[in-house]
Every structure is written in structure tokens, then in C-alpha cells.
């Protein structure tokens, strides 16, 4: 199994960015699809995700209203779009994912696969 994310970059407050997650090796609409945030000294975080069928999604609150996840899962793929950039949105950001019937647990802790991870830095 692969996840390969992609997107990350240098961005000024009040910037967008879409992320990206190409995965492979596995049969990719059986899992939620999650992106979580982490920077130096710190937990993992979570950020969005959402169902097999897309047709759950959860987000923490730091990030509702800004952050939007979607997939497509002929293409095996998940992006996460991020509007209203915040200085507190600057982390390594990674896609997992979680074989559920449901949007993907909040606990970084129960995820079956992970990617490499991709820098989000925004600048104030």
C-alpha cells in the first residue's frame, strides 16, 4: 500500500491550498480517507476526513468552514482544499487512511496507512 501526498507549500495568511493523495494497493472506497496536521513537539492532529462513499465527512474545529475534503475514488484519490490560511495552519500535513464504514476516526492512533507527508507553511 502507498499513499503519495502532494501540494504542500509556501503560502501567505489568507491563502488557499489544495493538498492531494494518490493511493494505491488497496481497495481504496472500503477506507476513510483522513488528512491529519503535525508540527515539531507535538501530537498528531487531526484535520477532516470522510467515508468510503463520501457521503460522511467530519472536521475539527479549528479548520470548519476553511478546509473542505473530498475524494474520488475512480481515480483513488483525496484532496483536502484550504481556503482563509491561517499562521496556526503551518504543519507536515498526512493522508491516512482507515478501513471503517464510517468518516474516519479523530485518534491518529487507529489508522491503517499513512503517506510521507507534505509542508504547509504560511506566512503572516
Known amino acids: 500500500v502507498q499513499l503519495q501526498a502532494s501540494g504542500g507549500g509556501l503560502v501567505q495568511a489568507g491563502g488557499s491550498l489544495r493538498l492531494s493523495c494518490a493511493a494505491s494497493?488497496?481497495?481504496?472506497?472500503?477506507?476513510?480517507m483522513a488528512w491529519f496536521r503535525q508540527t515539531p513537539g507535538k501530537e498528531r492532529e487531526y484535520v477532516a476526513s470522510?467515508?468510503?462513499?463520501?457521503?460522511?465527512?467530519s472536521y475539527s474545529d479549528s479548520v470548519r468552514g476553511r478546509f473542505i475534503i473530498s475524494r474520488d475514488n475512480a481515480r483513488n484519490t483525496v484532496s483536502l482544499q484550504m481556503d482563509s490560511l491561517k499562521s496556526e495552519d503551518t504543519a507536515v500535513y498526512y493522508c491516512?487512511?482507515?478501513?471503517?464504514?464510517?468518516?474516519?476516526?479523530?485518534?491518529?492512533?487507529?489508522?491503517?496507512?499513512w503517506g510521507q507527508g507534505t509542508q504547509v507553511t504560511v506566512s503572516s
Open positions: 494497493g488497496l481497495s481504496f472506497g472500503h477506507y476513510a
Open positions: 470522510l467515508s468510503g462513499r463520501a457521503d460522511t465527512t
Open positions: 491516512a487512511a482507515q478501513l471503517s464504514v464510517y468518516s474516519g476516526s479523530h485518534d491518529w492512533k487507529l489508522y491503517d496507512y
